[in-house]
């Protein structure tokens, strides 16, 4: 069974590559293999029958029209039996007979093609009536069974059979979905696709983004036939012709190529190279067609805006932000070592030390201002730009190192500085004695720079951690204190005897 499968597999893989005289052997053996299973088990029938339809289609693809009319005959009959006992094989009988139909129109039983294409057509408006995952296999049918009357020489028959699938639906959009792909298949002469597309207009709402999109390309497409017929039918029923029917197709591909293009620095460039089309008007509706098909369509405003920017103050300056965030994004993710790397080449170009950085920072911290991964990164900027950045990494790579690092930066009154790498020892994975002389120091900081009650509860925290230090912390503060009167109050938090635990 496995080697049946891997073979109609390798198959399906010659075809799909366009080696279709090679896919024909594999397809023999999975078969006959199939067939011998099939005739001990039962339980093989279904996979026979897929199997035959493969075959059918390999025949059909070299030319072998006459041979590929007995295998796909075979595939129709087990899977009628099959879903004769069971419904869920339903939608591989009205394949099979799809299949059936061009295998006989192949071969010229224009007459005999009709049935099967009749029969899948009614299988699959009763599987769309239930679940909507069948209407593009229903709306297929229609257009097979569309191209078997032609040839059976029973034209008019096909709007019928559209008007009845269309009918048999109860909802809305799956009438609208019918109505665009059958103004799809008209005849470029058939000016009635324009009626087809109006009424699905008609029937569409809001949220029906991606059908929505679909109805306005063909609307596009049928418009460029033949401008002067679309134009005096389509304002006869609703009006002036909408900006989106006017959109060139081009345009809309320059705005989606723009949209998808990354870096930010090379969409900048692009942006820039067309200029002239991505500024203009058309844009905006470019971007409300795109926007259709989003999961999120709000997901498209940041770029109107971005174009928006541009046309009002340049785009260079109208990137600035979005660069300066794309820079931070990537140091953000980038690996420690890698982080230490990108400081260091950005030291001399200041892109990443920069204030466009620091405000993009500012905007994420502000979005989420509890991430404690955005707070250390914030804390290695501010070290950065105070060239201390170094001795910061050294500690996050050797966290014993914090205290004599902390405490330099105390005596040597680097307070901004100091609070950066003590909000680090604070934050990382460290012992109760590195996280304590973080909290010491960063109350030593936040007193220095007028918060007095954050401070005395960080000087409490360090207590908490460690009260082990407690003695060389009040040395350093006596030490620091004839300079910086407002910590004197952290002395005597700290000299406090601790509070018992309650019960």
Same mark, same amino acid.
């Given at each position: ?27 023999? #053996? ?23 339809? +493969? ?11 006459? #041979? ?29 007979? *799809?299949?059936?139909? %061009? ?21 699959? /408006? ?26 059976? #020489?029973?034209?008019?028959? %096909? ?6 699938? %269309?009918? +048999? ?77 006017? %959109? ?15 870096? #930010? ?24 067609? !795109? ?6 369509? =709000?997901? !498209? ?9 541009? /046309? ?28 230490? =790397? ?29 991430? =404690? ?8 900027? *501010? ?23 902390? =405490?330099?930066?105390?005596? *040597? ?30 109350? !030593? ?43 004197? +109050? ?14």
């Amino acid at each position: 069974p496995n080697l049946a499968m891997a073979l109609n597999n390798l198959g399906n893989r010659y075809s799909e590559v366009g080696r279709r005289q090679e896919a024909v052997a594999p397809t023999e #053996e999975a078969v006959a293999l199939r067939r011998e299973q099939a005739a001990a088990n039962p339980a093989y029938q279904p996979n026979l029958a897929g199997t035959l339809s +493969s075959l059918g289609n390999r025949y059909s693809e070299v030319g072998r029209h006459q #041979e590929a009319v007995a295998p796909t005959e075979e595939a129709v009959r087990l899977y009628r039996d099959l879903a004769a006992a069971n419904p869920a094989y339903q939608p591989n009988l009205a394949m099979a007979l *799809s299949n059936l139909g %061009i295998r006989y129109s192949e071969v010229g039983r224009h007459q005999e093609a009709v049935a099967p294409t009749e029969e899948a057509v009614r299988l699959y /408006r009763d599987l769309a009536a239930a679940n909507p995952a069948f209407l593009p296999n229903l709306a297929m049918a229609l257009t097979n069974l569309g191209s078997r009357y032609s040839k059976a #020489e029973q034209d008019d028959a %096909i709007e019928r059979m559209w008007h009845e699938a %269309i009918s +048999s639906l109860t909802d809305s959009s799956g009438k609208a979905f019918l109505l665009v792909r059958r103004a799809e298949g008209r005849a470029a002469t058939d000016h009635s696709a324009v009626d087809d597309l109006l009424a699905a207009q008609a029937l569409l709402t809001d949220s029906d983004g991606d059908l929505t999109a679909d109805l306005h390309s063909a609307c596009r497409t049928r418009r460029a036939q033949d401008p002067e017929a679309f134009d005096s039918r389509w304002p006869h029923e609703s009006g002036a012709l909408p900006g989106w029917l006017l %959109i060139s197709e081009d345009d809309l591909e320059i705005v989606w190529q723009w949209l998808t293009t990354s870096p #930010e620095a090379t969409a900048k460039q692009l942006l820039v190279q067309h200029a002239d089309r991505l500024l203009a008007p058309t844009s905006d509706v470019a971007l409300d067609e !795109i926007a259709l098909r989003l999961p999120d369509r =709000s997901a !498209i405003e940041p770029y109107r805006q971005l174009l928006g920017e541009a /046309r009002r103050v340049g785009i260079e300056d109208a990137y600035r932000s979005w660069l300066a965030l794309e820079l931070l994004e990537n140091w953000l993710d980038a690996p420690l070592e890698e982080k230490r =790397s990108m400081l260091d080449d950005q030291r001399t170009r200041g892109e990443l030390l920069g204030p466009d950085v620091a405000d993009a920072l500012g905007g994420l911290r502000e979005s989420d201002p509890n991430d =404690s991964g955005l707070i250390v990164h914030e804390a290695l900027l *501010s070290l950065a730009r105070e060239g201390r950045d170094g001795a910061a990494f050294e500690a996050l790579a050797e966290p014993t190192r914090f205290p004599a690092l902390l =405490s330099d930066l105390a005596r *040597s009154n680097e307070f901004v500085a100091l609070d950066a790498l003590a909000t680090l020892a604070t934050m990382v994975d460290a012992g109760d004695a590195e996280q304590a002389s973080g909290w010491l120091h960063k109350a !030593i900081a936040l007193a220095v720079a007028g918060d007095p009650d954050a401070a005395l509860d960080a000087a409490r925290r360090a207590r908490r951690l460690d009260p082990g230090q407690v003695a060389a912390w009040l040395g350093l503060l006596v030490e620091l204190a004839p300079h910086h009167p407002s910590i004197v +109050s952290l002395s005597q938090t700290l000299a406090e005897t601790p509070r018992p635990s309650a019960p």
